[in-house]
């Protein structure tokens, strides 16, 4: 399989140090090496959705219980979750992480892809959520860090964008 499972070990670790300790996910090529990272590891909850939208009420519930989470989405995920991240974690200050595989940059071979990863940034920036890229791993560690931290000062939404270049090995 491409999907690098070296950089989704980085990713992954990184978002433990970071004190992640629930994530949800729905199956998604570029997620699968997180997802079973996820649920091997005793330390770790995974929550399987059956829609990407119960990811925000997942993390709302770990906030309020003291737990810091992650969702694991793809870009098609997160704009069908536009609706809980707007009326829900936007609007009662939840500290949100979003990990979204951002599928449709230039190499992107999955025509059903191209468009939902053509809008992803201008959503982001019209809901006013900050985000930033991932697509090398020298800075993985330092970005994921600092988003979490992001997060929780602000209590807010945050988003990675995980990009073609780190997550798919040609």
Not at 2 to 28: F, H, N, Q, T, W
Not at 117 to 131: M, S
Request: proline share 4%; aromatic share 4%.
């Amino acid at each position: 399989m491409p999907v690098s499972s070296s950089s989704s070990s980085l990713i992954y670790g990184c978002l433990k140090d970071a004190g992640v300790r629930i994530m949800s996910a729905l199956p998604e090529t570029w997620l699968v090496h997180l997802i079973r990272r996820a649920e091997d590891d005793p330390e770790m909850t995974l929550v399987r959705l059956a829609k990407e939208e119960e990811g925000v009420g997942i993390s709302a519930g770990a906030h309020l219980a003291g737990v810091k989470s992650a969702m694991l989405m793809q870009n098609h995920g997160f704009l069908a979750s536009v609706n809980g991240i707007v009326s829900c974690a936007q609007l009662y200050r939840i500290p949100l992480l979003m990990m979204i595989s951002h599928r449709g940059e230039f190499g992107e071979r999955d025509p059903w892809q191209t468009e939902g990863g053509g809008v992803t940034e201008h959503v982001l920036d019209a809901l006013r959520i900050p985000y930033d890229r991932l697509d090398s791993s020298d800075h993985v560690a330092r970005r994921i860090a600092k988003a979490q931290t992001l997060a929780d000062s602000a209590s807010r939404p945050v988003a990675l964008l995980m990009c073609r270049d780190l997550m798919w090995e040609d």
